[in-house]
């Protein structure tokens, strides 16, 4: 369920009895503790060379054994706050003694250490990779088994294999033949590890399946990339993911997982035209987007009474006020055009921009788009014609709305 708040009520009479209204409703998303100057030498950057950057940046850190090491350290970053004798485990979020470890012959009520991206789809048996903490994640070693090496994506219930749950011991987790579906509250922490390992170990390919061929056994690939993305933006980090990220930093490897301290670098490597982190680094700073008085989905920065939410909805600049008015209205040849501008593509944004109307500005029903005329006004936005009848008898009000999508 979203938090709602309306940031403007613009309104404005006409002969025909319309009015107009812009409305914003937003997610809140909590506040985030990152360092800058540790990616100073990635700003300004997109794409493939952002991408390298951030790979100099991470790359050499210190190596854990995988015996004892990745034990010790799993004990340490996930241990129960409530039991200092316990440990969280990763997907089922169940809390077990930190002695019932996998020692090869325990049953499956043990943990174990999980791969994130699976040995078998790249990841070697020995190196940094195999014992990289920001993929490994304690999971009940039954868990761990039925997962195996299925890539990340939202289940399919029409596919063969399905099960919800996926097992008993992670009851919010589904499956089917091909994937594993975490819970809500793992996606963004899982996207951003696989995110983190593409960019870390550049032999290492993230992709769609398809148009590419689905991650075997003597590939280096893992799936899927435009839901990982997806989940970077929508799920973003906890607390916990962010504290883990700077104990593993502090403590153990002496890097950092750069989407877990500014998920919108994955948009900016992956993405070309519209998206939510794009428009976000576009323009704030590193510094900015750490301060929500400023770069939040409720901040205004430009006071020109739209809130960050509705000009990235319009992929409008936050910093330069706009003049304009959200809703205009236009006489044409006897029949009335209700124009706005909006992003040309909302699929990366992880917003909907609505328009709504209402003939008593309590009950709103969204106004059909079908037949809506589009105009291109730049690489990024375009404008919307949509024809409606009004009556000075009858007066209808009308709203944009900018929503986030309710988890």
């Not at 490597?269 to 939040?296: A, I, K």
């Not at 992929?315 to 124009?339: A, H, K, M, N, Q």
């Amino acid at each position: 369920m979203f938090c709602g708040s309306i940031f403007s009520a613009v309104m404005r009479c006409f002969p025909t009895g319309l009015r107009a209204l812009a409305v914003s409703l937003i997610g809140l998303s909590p506040l985030l503790g990152q360092p800058v100057d540790y990616y100073a030498s990635a700003v300004g950057l997109t794409g493939t060379p952002l991408k390298t950057a951030l790979e100099g940046i991470i790359d050499g850190h210190s190596v854990l054994s995988y015996t004892p090491g990745v034990w010790e350290a799993h004990k340490d970053l996930y241990e129960d706050p409530d039991n200092p004798a316990n440990l969280i485990l990763f997907y089922s979020q169940a809390s077990i003694s930190k002695a019932l470890q996998d020692s090869g012959s325990s049953p499956g009520t043990y943990f174990n250490r999980e791969h994130l991206w699976p040995r078998s789809y790249g990841v070697g048996s020995s190196g940094a990779d195999n014992t990289d903490l920001f993929h490994l994640v304690p999971a009940y070693k039954g868990v761990n088994s039925d997962r195996g090496n299925q890539y990340f994506d939202y289940s399919d219930p029409n596919a063969s294999g399905y099960a919800d749950p996926a097992n008993t011991l992670a009851p919010d987790c589904t499956e089917d033949n091909n994937s594993w579906e975490p819970a809500d509250a793992q996606k963004g922490w899982v996207a951003r590890a696989m995110l983190y390992m593409t960019t870390r170990y550049n032999y290492l390919d993230l992709v769609d399946t398809p148009p590419s061929p689905a991650p075997n056994t003597s590939s280096s690939r893992m799936a899927q990339l435009s839901v990982m993305l997806e989940w970077n933006r929508k799920f973003l980090p906890s607390d916990k993911e962010t504290d883990v990220c700077q104990r593993i930093f502090d403590n153990y490897q002496g890097n950092r997982n750069p989407y877990i301290d500014f998920p919108e670098f994955a948009d900016l490597v992956w993405v070309s035209g519209p998206s939510w982190g794009g428009w976000r680094m576009e323009h704030f700073s590193l510094q900015e987007l750490t301060d929500d008085l400023v770069s939040g989905d409720l901040a205004d920065p430009d006071a020109d009474g739209l809130n960050n939410l509705m000009e990235m909805a319009r992929y409008s600049d936050p910093r330069t006020p706009e003049t304009d008015t959200v809703i205009d209205f236009i006489e044409d040849g006897g029949s009335l055009i209700i124009r706005f501008i909006r992003a040309n593509d909302t699929n990366n944004l992880n917003l909907d921009l609505i328009l709504e109307e209402s003939q008593n500005l309590v009950d709103w029903a969204p106004t059909s788009l079908e037949g809506a005329s589009t105009t291109s006004l730049d690489s990024n936005r375009e404008r919307v014609d949509v024809q409606v009848v009004a009556s000075p008898q009858e007066p209808r009000f009308f709203r944009l709305r900018a929503i986030r999508p309710a988890l």
